[in-house]
T-cell receptor, first 109, second 116 residues
Framework: GQQLNQSPQSMFIQEGEDVSMNCTSSSIFNTWLWYKQDPGEGPVLLIA?????ELTSNGRLTAQFGITRKDSFLNISASIPSDVGIYFC?????????FGAGTQVVVTP | KAGVTQTPRYLIKTRGQQVTLSCSPI?????VSWYQQTPGQGLQFLFE???????NKGNFPGRFSGRQFSNSRSEMNVSTLELGDSALYLC???????????????FGPGTRLTVT
C-alpha cells in the first residue's frame, strides 16, 4: 500500500483559484517528484526537488521540498480548465520511488 | 526525442494465461522501471532494470518477471494471470547518472491489461 500520505484526496475548484496539495511521510526522502496524470495516460513529470527547503517553479506550478525532508507541497496558481487531472507526489528512497495516492483536481468554469 | 513507448496499449486476457508487455525507453536512458496502477492500490513499484540487470524489486509474487535487452528495451511478463492482475502497467525510464543525483523518471502511456 501507499507509504506517502497525500492530501487532499480531491479538490473541486473554480477557474482562477489557487490549488494547494501536500505529501507527508514518516520516512526521509532524498528527492521529491510531482506528476500529473490525465485519464488513460501515463504520469507526466512536472517538478523535481533535490534539496531540503528547495522551492522550484514551473510556470504556474510551485513546489517545495520540506525542511524535514519528510514532506513536500505543490501549489497551482490561477487554475485553468486544463489543470484538471490527478496529481501525484513521489519520494525517492533507497533507489525506489514511492507514490502518494494522488489528488484529483476538478476545475469548474 | 521520442518519449517512452509501450506496446500494446490495450490487452484482454483470460485467467490462467500469460502476457508479455514491452517498453522502449527514451533514447539514451538505461534504467527502466515497471509499475502497476490500480484504483485500490495506486502506483506500485514492480522492478527496475539497469544495464540488463534487475537492480530493484518490489513486493510482487514471482509470477511477475521482467528482463532488459542490450538496447535498453524491456519486457515484463505475467504468468498464470489472475483477475486481480487487471491494471494499468506503466513503464518509466531514467537518464544516465540519475541514480546518483538529479533523479528524474519519465513514464510511458501504459498498457491497460484486463483479465477476464
Amino acid at each position: 500500500g501507499q507509504q506517502l500520505n497525500q492530501s487532499p484526496q480531491s479538490m473541486f475548484i473554480q477557474e482562477g483559484e489557487d490549488v494547494s496539495m501536500n505529501c507527508t511521510s514518516s520516512s526521509i526522502f532524498n528527492t521529491w517528484l510531482w506528476y500529473k496524470q490525465d485519464p488513460g495516460e501515463g504520469p507526466v513529470l512536472l517538478i523535481a526537488l533535490y534539496k531540503a527547503g528547495e522551492l522550484t517553479s514551473n510556470g504556474r506550478l510551485t513546489a517545495q521540498f520540506g525542511i524535514t525532508r519528510k514532506d513536500s507541497f505543490l501549489n497551482i496558481s490561477a487554475s485553468i480548465p486544463s489543470d484538471v487531472g490527478i496529481y501525484f507526489c513521489a519520494g525517492l528512497s533507497w533507489g525506489k520511488l514511492q507514490f502518494g495516492a494522488g489528488t484529483q483536481v476538478v476545475v469548474t468554469p | 526525442k521520442a518519449g517512452v513507448t509501450q506496446t500494446p496499449r490495450y490487452l484482454i486476457k483470460t485467467r490462467g494465461q500469460q502476457v508479455t508487455l514491452s517498453c522502449s525507453p527514451i533514447s539514451g536512458h538505461r534504467s527502466v522501471s515497471w509499475y502497476q496502477q490500480t484504483p485500490g492500490q495506486g502506483l506500485q513499484f514492480l522492478f527496475e532494470y539497469f544495464s540488463e540487470t534487475q537492480r530493484n524489486k518490489g513486493n510482487f509474487p514471482g509470477r511477475f518477471s521482467g528482463r532488459q535487452f542490450s538496447n535498453s528495451r524491456s519486457e515484463m511478463n505475467v504468468s498464470t494471470l489472475e483477475l486481480g492482475d487487471s491494471a494499468l502497467y506503466l513503464c518509466a525510464s531514467s537518464p544516465p547518472g540519475a541514480d546518483v543525483s538529479l533523479y528524474e523518471q519519465y513514464f510511458g502511456p501504459g498498457t491497460r491489461l484486463t483479465v477476464t
